[in-house]
Nanobody, 118 residues
Framework: QVQLVESGGGLVQAGGSLRLSCAAS????????MSWYRQAPGEQRELVAA??????????TYADSVAGRFTISRDNAKNTVYLQMSSLKPEDTAVYYC?????????WGQGTQVTVSL
């Protein structure tokens, strides 16, 4: 059974930091590209950051809006992907989702709320 379980969301003041974690199970984690997406109320879900699997040698992708503030990383030994978020802004407020993708298989977590206050 495939599971992606996000944690680490919460309420933080602008300028603060949070680290999200996504624990994966039930599939070959190291072969999958892992991504973080977010969705704000009334908005479409958007890609925040991605790290490729072993075949892509762990290449990184960031949305322009978070580049330089967020860092995605993965620990294949722990089947976990992280999103370190710094210098948070109110516009970063959203539900953050973990995604795993490879070979036509696409899995989503349940999401974790991140709220950034002024």
């Amino acid at each position: 059974q495939v599971q992606l379980v996000e944690s680490g969301g919460g309420l933080v003041q602008a300028g603060g930091s949070l680290r999200l974690s996504c624990a994966a199970s039930g599939f070959g984690f190291s072969r999958y590209s892992m991504s973080w997406y977010r969705q704000a109320p009334g908005e479409q879900r958007e890609l925040v950051a991605a790290v490729s699997g072993l075949s892509g040698r762990g290449s990184l992708t960031y949305a322009d809006s978070v580049a330089g503030r967020f860092t995605i990383s993965r620990d294949n030994a722990k089947n976990t992907v992280y999103l370190q978020m710094s210098s948070l802004k109110p516009e970063d407020t959203a539900v953050y989702y973990c995604n795993a993708n490879a070979g036509g298989y696409n899995y989503w977590g349940q999401g974790t709320q991140v709220t950034v206050s002024l």
